[in-house]
C-alpha cells in the first residue's frame, strides 16, 4: 500500500465512491491506486469546470460529497468557477489537487504554482498533505469537514511522493469520521418568529438550504395554510422540492426592482436558513438591500443549524398538528400552448406540463427560464437544481452530476445557450456514462441578461462595440452540430408543435439528447 492507496481507502471508508477527474501527470499514482479500487466510480470530465460542477450535482443529489481528481494549481483554477458555485450551495465536495513532489517544488518547474492560494478563496477548508503517514488522517479531516452541517467544500493538495512512498504493512485500515451535526434552534428565537406569525401582520418565510425540503418544507407549508403566510425561496437555491404534492414556494425575484416591489409590503421576514436578500449587484440609484428599511428581520434559523426542528418546533408552537392541512398550488387557469412560433415562455409552459414524476430539473436558463417556477408548481413532483454562486456553465455538468447520483430518474436541463458554451464538454461526458439526460437550449444567440443589465446602466440601444459583445452570431451557434460531435443525438426546432414532440421523444428514450430551441 502506497499513500495513493491510503488516500482512495479513507474515501471509501466513508462512503465516497464516486471521483469526478481531469488528472495529470502528477496525479498517476492516485489513477493507479483508483484502478484497484473497483468500487469506486471514475468519470472523466474533458475540463476541470466539468468536473467541479459534476461533483457539485451529484452531491446535491446524492446528500453525500464526491471526490474531484484535478491537475496541480492550473487545473485547479481551470475549475474555480463551478467551485464557487459549490461553496455558495454549501455543497459537501473533497478536492483532491496533485502537486509536485516535495523535493521538485524548489526548482520552480512550469507547473509550479501555489496550489493553496488558487484554492482558498472557493473551498471552506485546504490543507495540504504532508506525507504518505499522513494521508489518511488528513483525508479523513477533509470528509469530516465536507460533511459536517449544511456542506462544505475542502480541498486537499496531494504532493506525487506523498501518492507513491510505500506505506508499512501493518498500517491500520482507514475508519469512518464523524461529521459535525446541524447546531440546534435557539427556543427565543422559536417564540420571535411565532410572535410575529400570530400578530396578522404581513409575514414571509424566507427558506433557504434544507428548509426547501422534506418535513421542513411541508413543515412550513402548515404555516403557510393556517395563518396566511406568504413561502419565498432565495433567488437562488441549492436544491427544491417542487410539484403538485409539496407547499409552493415563490421564488425571490433576480431583477432589483421586481424584488423591492415583492418584498416592499413585508412587515415579518422570518429567516429559515436564508439570509438578508440583497441585490446581484448595485446600481446608480438602486438600493443593495431588497427588504424594506421597516420590516422586523428575524432569523429562526441559520444555514448550520437544524432547519427541520426549527420549522416543526415553530408550526407547534403556533398550536398546528403534524397533521394539519398544508399550503397546496392554485391550479393553472388555461394549458400549455399547442401550436404557433416558439418562444421562451412557450418552452416554460410545455416543459412544466410534460415533466415527469421523480424527474430533476437543472435550472440555467438565466433570462427565458425566469418564470418558469410559475408553471411548475402544479407539475408531477420533481427536484429543482438551480444556478446558486451566479458563475455561468453549471448547467450541462450539474446534471450529469445528478445523473450519476440518481441513474433511475430522468434529468432535465433547461440551459441558456451562452452559458452552456462555457462547459459543452459536459455532453461527451453525459454520452460517454450513458447518462439520462434530456438538455433543452434556450437559443436566443445573445446574452440576454447582459442585455437588460445594458439597460439597468442607462443604456437603451447598444451600439455596435456593445452587439459585439453581447450577440451570439458571426456566427451564430450550432447546438446540433456541437451535441453530435461530443456524441449525443440532438434535434432543431422552431415551431410549438416540433418543440413538444421533441421532448416527449426525449422523455421517451433513455441516454441524452438534446433539444436546440429556436426562440
Known amino acids: 500500500m502506497n499513500g495513493a492507496d491510503s488516500l482512495c481507502d479513507t474515501l471509501l471508508a466513508n462512503d465516497i465512491d464516486v471521483c469526478f477527474a481531469n488528472p495529470g501527470t502528477s496525479e498517476m499514482h492516485f489513477v493507479a491506486a483508483l484502478d484497484r479500487k473497483p468500487r469506486m466510480r471514475c468519470v472523466l470530465g474533458l475540463f476541470e469546470g466539468v468536473v467541479t460542477g459534476a461533483a457539485d450535482g451529484y452531491a446535491r443529489m446524492a446528500d453525500k460529497p464526491a471526490a474531484t481528481l484535478l491537475h496541480l494549481g492550473p487545473g485547479l483554477g481551470n475549475g474555480l468557477a463551478n467551485l464557487h458555485n459549490a461553496r455558495r450551495a454549501r455543497t459537501p465536495m473533497v478536492n483532491v489537487v496533485g502537486d509536485h513532489a516535495t523535493y521538485h517544488v524548489q526548482y520552480d518547474a512550469p507547473l509550479t504554482s501555489d496550489a493553496e492560494g488558487v484554492a482558498r478563496p472557493m473551498s471552506h477548508w485546504v490543507d495540504r498533505i504532508t506525507d ?264 450541462l455538468p450539474m446534471a450529469a452530476g445528478a445523473a450519476v447520483a440518481c441513474p433511475d430518474r430522468k434529468v432535465i436541463t433547461l440551459q441558456a445557450d451562452g452559458s452552456g458554451m462555457y462547459t459543452v464538454q459536459a455532453l461527451w461526458t453525459q454520452a460517454r456514462e450513458s447518462l439520462d439526460c434530456l438538455t433543452v437550449v434556450y437559443a436566443n444567440r445573445t446574452y440576454a441578461t447582459l442585455h437588460g443589465e445594458m439597460k439597468n446602466v442607462g443604456v437603451q440601444e447598444p451600439g455596435v462595440n456593445a452587439r459585439r459583445m453581447l450577440d451570439l452570431d458571426q456566427p451564430e451557434l450550432d447546438w446540433v452540430s456541437l451535441a453530435r460531435g461530443l456524441g449525443v443525438e440532438a434535434v432543431r426546432v422552431d415551431s410549438i408543435e416540433a418543440f413538444t414532440s421533441a421532448v416527449q421523444a426525449g422523455l421517451a428514450r433513455k441516454g441524452p439528447f438534446l433539444i436546440e430551441a429556436l426562440i
Open 132 to 395: 504518505a503517514a499522513s494521508v489518511a488522517r488528513q483525508t479523513g479531516e477533509a470528509i469530516r469537514v465536507a460533511r459536517s452541517a449544511p456542506g462544505n467544500v475542502t480541498t486537499l493538495i496531494l504532493p506525487a511522493d506523498a501518492a507513491w512512498t510505500d506505506l508499512p504493512d501493518n498500517t491500520p485500515a482507514p475508519t469512518p469520521v464523524q461529521p459535525d451535526a446541524p447546531k440546534p434552534v435557539a427556543a427565543e428565537a422559536v417564540r420571535a418568529a411565532a410572535d410575529a406569525i400570530r400578530s396578522g401582520q404581513s409575514t414571509t418565510l424566507l427558506l433557504g438550504g434544507t428548509a426547501l425540503r422534506g418535513r421542513a418544507l411541508a413543515a412550513a407549508g402548515r404555516i403557510a395554510q393556517a395563518f396566511g403566510v406568504r413561502l419565498v425561496s432565495e433567488t437562488s437555491n441549492r436544491r427544491i422540492e417542487r410539484g403538485i404534492t409539496r407547499a409552493p414556494v415563490t421564488r425571490l425575484p433576480y431583477p432589483v426592482d421586481q424584488a423591492v416591489a415583492f418584498l416592499k409590503d413585508v412587515k415579518h421576514l422570518i429567516m429559515v436558513g436564508s439570509r438578508s436578500p440583497v441585490a446581484f449587484f448595485a446600481y446608480p440609484g438602486k438600493p443593495s438591500l431588497l427588504a424594506p428599511e421597516s420590516a422586523n428581520q428575524l432569523v429562526l434559523a441559520a444555514i448550520d443549524q437544524d432547519l427541520t426542528q426549527a420549522l416543526e418546533w415553530l408550526a407547534e408552537e403556533l398550536g398546528l398538528k403534524s397533521d394539519a392541512p398544508g399550503l397546496i398550488a392554485k391550479p393553472l387557469t388555461d394549458g400549455p400552448p399547442t401550436s404557433g412560433k416558439l418562444t421562451g415562455a412557450a418552452i416554460n409552459r410545455v416543459v412544466a406540463s410534460l415533466i415527469p414524476d421523480n424527474a430533476i430539473l437543472v435550472d440555467e436558463s438565466i433570462t427565458q427560464g425566469r418564470e418558469f417556477g410559475n408553471f411548475s408548481e402544479v407539475s408531477a413532483p420533481h427536484d429543482l437544481l438551480q444556478l446558486t454562486g451566479g458563475a455561468i456553465g453549471i448547467g
